[in-house]
């Protein structure tokens, strides 16, 4: 029983298609690499599962029941967590505040409970304050202790990925959608936020759904890669499998007697 | 001791270039007050005001900077956390104003008593609100400025207009609004068998207020509604991704900001006793807007004291030699700051007091006829000044004369790389800045403390953007 299950999705933006009868099942605790050039489409896979697009046509199915029609809000709190490519923190909130902000699905105190500091209230907050902290404890020691109240527009480049990630964790997804998480970032960290996918994975339980041009990341934890050209599957498999590929070669490369012509 | 990493070392810039400059350690220590004895501090030196003067006047002021300041205080909900441009927001105000009026006065006929018409107007005011916000839903950034300008514009136009309102069911056209003429006699707020009456007494119910609204939307902001809030204002569809349901968070800042306003129109109107369409118009609008980004939008402390400043010192300014004070004290601040070191500042000053005598010495012996002797200044300052300054026969002339040579001559000043030529510059440029405020601006207060007012906040949006406790903000690194 796939968690996650596209069918026949189609998005055109005026006369461009963009995902073109695309079929994708994520399974619980799986990682599912989604590659592919530039334009081939995935950010928009992406947003079509948050509910910032809706597809033309096709179904979206999430834990059995459809997400067609429900708010991007609503689909985050079924149980969808993503991160941008283009990272979108709230820069000028403070690191922790940045990852309470996105427990607002979780949480449930009203107006009049919020401006009374009812004992429930208090309760929720000090909760959700310690599920914050946790979240960022996941990330060692660069996300912790003075870096808490430090606004997020002082972070470096890689901790202001790991805070995107922190913030998509709290949401408590069943699936995260990262896009993109190792851009940006030198060798090493990119070899850090590798373990660290598997990590999610093992220790969170999360099925992951994630879009990289790194090959080595994609080596290093894919369970199946699926490749993406001008919005069509070219490609499902393992990583060897995909790699190999002819389509998946020439849609990165080029086709062989092209080449020779030259 | 803690380890002490160079990622921390570089965390800590902001600290550590705060702790150099005195009054910056001294917002530091503030800082470390509790925040309930700072907000008790505040309240309990606000409330000491009626008990120091007995003048109706003053507290007249007090109380137009206590309301103010919460009406700010509501705009900086929807501004400054939520981030939507709310233009219309006086309208809310006025709304407010005219439907408390119209429950009590001998308009309509219905004297409601306090308790069920002021919850009745927030509610309807925050309904208003509710129905703007939901119009604007779909509305982003500058093109919610503009409906929501022209809502405020329909209102005062509205309440201008609807004289002559043919109702079915009457046969005679009927007055809703009153027209230019307002609405007058409204009764004043009353409850439990009080009845404000005097200005004292609206002083102290405004100050209540501002006191439950500050708690109420310092508790907002710092809750999970508030901090969506500002995530919005962040990245909208950030916020939307992570699960925080932004239409109906933009709803219900639009709704509590006018519901605010609202209830401080409805004060208005019962102090005032009557409400005309000019006090809700575009000036106010734009006041309200000035106080938000000259206290730093977003900071609560900043707002009130943005509210303080446009509300008194307007009335400060009024009085020719307080503003005198104001003048050469800001002016002796402002050289203080920005010359050093300090060797230079005394000569500098010297150079324009002694030069400044010579001068008057010199021009009296040689050509008495160019010096008037007006009569004697009651204050130490003013009979200085009189022995400092050549005041001509026609002194708005050239005075006017010596305003169009100070502009550039201060021009040169900020621009001139050569700190001996600003020194001496600055000499003469002093003196004909004291000229051109005896002869022109401290005859003129009413126009003096607007131009003081801009010159004010045009040089503070130069040096401090985020405003003057603001926290400041970074677009996009």
């Known amino acids: 029983m796939a968690l996650l299950e596209l069918s026949n999705v189609h998005k055109h933006f005026g006369g461009l298609l963009v995902v073109h009868s695309l079929f994708l099942t994520v399974q619980p605790g799986e990682i599912v690499s989604l590659i592919g050039p530039n334009g081939a489409g995935k950010t928009t896979v992406f947003n079509l599962i948050t509910g910032l697009y809706a597809p033309d046509q096709g179904d979206i199915r999430f834990d059995d029941s459809s997400l067609l029609g429900l ?52 309760h929720e907050e000090a909760h959700i ?66 373990h660290l996918i598997g990590q999610l994975r093992d220790q969170k ?31 499902e498999g393992s990583y060897h499998d995909v790699v190999t590929n002819e389509q998946v070669i020439e849609a990165y490369l080029g086709r062989k007697h092209e080449i020779r012509s030259r | 001791m803690e380890k002490f990493g160079r990622d921390e070392w570089v965390a800590q810039i902001e600290g550590r270039r705060k702790a150099r400059g005195p009054w910056l350690r001294l917002a530091e220590q503030w800082q470390r007050v509790p925040l309930g004895l ?51 927001y006086v309208a809310f105000y006025g709304l407010g104003g005219y439907a408390y009026a119209y429950l009590s006065s001998d308009f309509s006929g219905l004297h409601w008593p306090t308790w069920a018409s002021i919850p009745l107007v927030m509610f309807l005011t925050a309904l208003v609100g509710l129905l703007l916000g939901s119009t604007s839903l779909r509305l982003l950034g500058d093109y919610l400025a503009i409906v929501t ?42 409850f439990l068998g009080f009845s404000a009456s005097t200005v004292t007494h609206y002083y102290y119910l405004l100050l209540a207020l501002l006191a439950l609204i500050l708690i109420v939307v310092y508790h907002l902001n710092n809750s999970r509604v508030g901090r969506a809030w500002r995530s919005l204002r962040e990245d909208e569809l950030a916020a939307e991704a992570m699960g925080m349901p932004t239409r109906w968070l933009k709803l219900l800042a639009f709704a509590i900001g006018a519901g605010i306003a609202g209830l401080s129109g409805s004060v208005f109107a019962a102090w005032q006793g009557n409400v005309f369409p000019n006090n809700f118009d575009v000036t106010l609008l734009i006041l309200l807007y000035t106080m938000v980004i000259l206290g730093g939008m977003g900071s609560l402390p900043g707002v009130v004291m943005g509210a303080f400043i446009l509300s008194v010192m307007p009335e400060v300014l009024r009085e020719v030699e307080l503003s005198r004070y104001l003048f050469y004290g800001g002016m002796l601040f402002v050289l203080a700051t920005m ?56 002194a708005t002339l050239i005075g006017n004369l010596a305003f169009v040579v100070v502009v550039p001559s201060l021009l040169f000043l900020s621009r001139t790389r050569y700190t001996i030529v600003r020194l001496i510059a600055l000499i003469p440029t002093l003196y004909l800045l004291a000229f051109v405020w005896e002869t022109r601006l401290a005859v003129e207060p009413s126009i003096t403390r607007l131009l003081l007012l801009g010159v004010l906040l045009v040089v503070l949006m130069i040096y401090r953007p985020q405003g003057l406790l603001g926290q400041r903000r970074v677009e996009i690194i």
């Open chain 2, 149 to 190: 300008l022209g809502f405020g514009q329909i209102f005062v136009q509205l309440t201008n207009n609807m004289t002559r309102i043919s109702l079915p069911g009457r046969a005679e056209p009927v007055d809703l609004t009153g027209g230019p003429n307002g609405i007058v006699n409204i009764d004043p707020i009353s």
């Open chain 1, 205 to 235: 339980g999360y099925a992951i759904l994630l879009i990289e041009h790194d090959m080595n990341v994609i080596a290093g934890i894919s369970d199946r890669v699926i490749a993406l050209d001008y919005g069509l599957k070219i490609a």
């Open chain 1, 71 to 122: 708010e991007p809000h609503q689909i985050t709190q079924r149980g969808i967590g993503r991160t941008f490519q283009t990272l979108r923190l709230f820069l000028n909130m403070s690191v922790l505040e940045n990852v309470m902000a996105a427990a607002y699905g979780r949480t449930c105190a009203n107006l009049a409970q919020i401006i009374f500091r009812t004992p429930g209230f208090r």
């Open chain 2, 38 to 88: 700072r907000f008790a501090l505040f309240i309990i030196l606000a409330a000491a005001v009626p008990l120091a003067t007995d003048n109706d006047y003053v507290i007249r002021v007090a109380g137009n900077f206590v309301l103010y300041s919460i009406l700010a205080l509501g705009l900086n909900l929807v501004v400054g956390y939520a981030g939507l441009l709310d233009l219309g």
């Open chain 2, 339 to 394: 010359i050093r070191p300090w060797p230079r500042l005394v000569l500098v000053l010297v150079g324009v007091l002694v030069g400044g005598y010579l001068l008057k010495l010199a021009v009296m012996a040689l050509w008495p006829t160019l010096v008037t002797t007006p009569e004697v200044a009651s204050s130490f300052l003013g009979r200085a000044l009189q022995a400092w300054l050549i005041i001509p026969p026609q």
């Open chain 1, 129 to 194: 304050r310690a599920l914050a902290e946790e979240k960022l404890a996941f990330f060692g020691e660069r996300l912790q202790g003075y870096r808490f109240d430090q606004p997020a527009y002082s972070l470096s480049y890689a901790n202001r990925r790991r805070l995107e990630i922190a913030r998509a964790m709290i949401t408590e997804p069943k699936l995260l959608l990262l896009d993109e998480p190792s851009a940006g970032m030198n060798p090493n960290e990119t070899q850090e936020i590798t």
